[in-house]
């Protein structure tokens, strides 16, 4: 298992290119299942959690190769009847349930592993099922599986009781393919979402309403094939910004779109931190010490659950009190004991994490139980005096293309190396 070994202090300054997002990918991915043609996807980071995906279309009988640095995706015909998605995939990650509305659309049946739990929340998909069903499937639980089936899935008007990100794009990808027209009410507004409906579009699917929260969409008979360039991670940027102003460095965040990290912009700008924004590039400069500043996550356009780790980490190095307040998932301060234990004074309660920020940090070992968390510590130990071991870097394996590398160009000493325990 390997585990990055980060020497600190350092002030990181220069540009990176963020890759493309990992969550916007996934659910590109699964929109393969839609068609018989080929779809070529482009700026599809070379993460674990796509790899893993491609290998569950594999088996769903979509196969891939390179074309010139582009994923092409093509029906490979061998298993082309299979619509189940095993529980030894599902439990390794928990978007492979994105193949549901799809496999439901194109073949009437699908048998997707539940979920389950993981180290961030419970994470039910309730929502995801709802819908389908209000979409005229027949939807039963056994054996820890969702068998659901529809000959062909109709239109109907969804409202969904939380807006999902995941829902909202599964039941996107069954209601291109239903008889008639599908509403959707209360989706998400994440980027990815929008991301996906632009892919779909591109195949010939036809969706009104992008980039709100209701969406309609008009049935069509088949989708075809399509090129598309997957949208920047904002998450992935996101981070680098955050790892910037909290070193008192210098970074500037290329081809990106800076809409789409508006929050985090706006809160940088809170602790003091001075941006500046491009059309296509954000440049983050650390000046002298960073004030608090409180936070509270919220689905899109409100501050990333997914940058709620990293951002704690700056707020330690932050003058003052501050109040961070997780909405979005129950269990998502798993980050601060390690953070504690590397000279930060962080209490937790109930949903929100108290900073008493501006305590220096140093060196320490140190483990994560999730991917942001991981990233989190990575941060932190960027900023720490010392030596800082963090274990258990598959966790940002499966969202992170080559951080130790883009960590290094911006001058950070970060270094990857097998675990001996
Ligand atoms: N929820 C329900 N019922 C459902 C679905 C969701 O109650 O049927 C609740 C969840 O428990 C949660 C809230 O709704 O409290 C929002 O969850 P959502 O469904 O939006 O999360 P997700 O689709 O499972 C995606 C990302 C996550 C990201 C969240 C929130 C992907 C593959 N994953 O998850 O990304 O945190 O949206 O923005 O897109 C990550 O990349 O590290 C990550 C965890």
Do not use: W
């Given at each position: ?14 540009a ?33 959690d ?9 088996h769903?009988?979509?196969g ?22 095993p ?12 193949v ?17 739990g ?14 389908l ?49 599908t ?6 507004l994440?980027p ?29 008979e ?51 931190a ?6 296509r590039?954000?440049?983050v ?33 932050a ?32 949903n929100t ?45 499966r ?23």
């Amino acid at each position: 298992m390997d585990r990055f070994v980060i020497t600190g202090p350092c002030r990181l300054s220069g540009a990176v290119r963020a890759s493309g997002a990992k969550n916007a990918a996934l659910p590109a991915l699964a929109a393969c299942l839609l068609t018989d043609e080929p779809v070529r996807l482009a700026r599809v980071p070379q993460v674990r959690d796509i790899h893993t995906f491609l290998r569950l279309l594999a088996h769903l009988g979509v196969g891939h190769q390179d074309a010139e640095g582009e994923l092409l995706l093509t029906p490979c015909g061998a298993r082309r009847s299979a619509d189940e998605a095993p529980y030894e995939v599902v439990k390794t990650m928990r978007a492979s349930v994105l193949v549901l509305g799809p496999l439901l659309a194109r073949h009437g049946h699908a048998r997707v592993s539940l979920p389950g739990g993981c180290a961030i929340g419970v994470r039910p998909i309730d929502q995801h099922l709802a819908g389908l069903e209000a979409l005229g499937a027949e939807v039963r639980l056994e054996h820890g599986y969702v068998d659901a089936s529809a000959p062909r899935l109709r239109g109907a008007r969804f409202r969904f009781a939380v807006p999902t990100v995941t829902g909202t794009e599964n039941l996107l990808m069954a209601a291109v393919l239903a008889r008639g027209q599908t509403v959707l009410e209360n989706c998400a507004l994440e980027p990815e979402v929008e991301d996906l409906a632009a892919l779909l579009t591109a195949m010939g699917a036809r969706i009104a309403g992008v980039g709100t929260p209701t969406l309609v969409i008009e049935g069509v008979e088949s989708l075809g094939a399509a090129r598309h360039e997957v949208v920047a991670d904002r998450i992935e940027g996101g981070t680098y910004l955050i790892a910037g102003a909290m070193t008192g460095g210098d970074v500037t965040l290329v081809d990106t779109r800076p809409a789409d990290l508006a929050p985090l912009i706006a809160k940088l700008a809170e602790t003091g931190a001075r941006v500046e924004v491009g059309e296509r590039s954000i440049r983050v400069q650390g000046s002298g010490r960073l004030r608090a500043s409180d936070l509270t996550t919220a689905p899109h356009p409100g501050f990333p659950t997914d940058l709620q780790a990293q951002f704690l980490a700056l707020l330690t190095q932050a003058e003052g009190e501050s109040a961070v307040c997780e909405t979005v998932f129950e269990n998502r301060f798993q980050h601060v004991p390690e953070l504690n234990r590397m000279g930060a004074e962080i209490r937790v309660e109930g949903n929100t994490a108290h900073v008493h920020g501006g305590t220096p940090l140093s060196g320490a070992r140190v483990m994560a139980t999730d991917l942001r968390a991981s990233a989190c510590l990575v941060l932190a130990g960027l900023a720490a005096e010392g030596e800082t071991v963090v274990d258990r870097i598959y966790h940002l394996d499966r969202g992170y293309e080559q951080m130790e590398i883009k960590l290094h160009r911006l001058g950070g000493r970060v270094e990857r190396t097998a675990s001996t325990s």
